[in-house]
């Protein structure tokens, strides 16, 4: 999977895993702060733990702490990078 097609992917993977369905993959941006009002998201800690879970279940990524999290999942850009960088 190109790196296009992978954030693309975890859009969908976050939609679905966080049950967001009136918002699809292309509303949300590259590098918008996903926690932040900007990405329309509206997640919460409960959405945090289900888009860990999904990245878990779906690229055998795995979060170590909240802070691990916050510092990982910021934008799909770094979060794409971050499962590249771990599945090389």
Excluded at 11 to 35: A, H, R, S, Y
Excluded at 36 to 57: H, K, V
Excluded at 60 to 88: C, H, M, P, W
């Amino acid at each position: 999977m190109d790196f296009e097609e992978l954030k693309y992917d975890i859009k969908e993977m976050i939609i679905k895993e966080c049950e967001k369905e009136d918002i699809t993959p292309e509303e949300i941006g590259d590098n918008v702060m996903l926690f932040s009002d900007e990405s329309r998201l509206e997640l919460d800690s409960l959405d945090a733990l289900q888009i860990s879970m999904g990245l878990l279940n779906r690229y055998g990524v795995r979060l170590g702490d909240s802070k691990d999290f916050r510092r990982t999942v910021t934008t799909i850009e770094e979060l794409a990078r971050y499962i590249n960088e771990q599945n090389g």
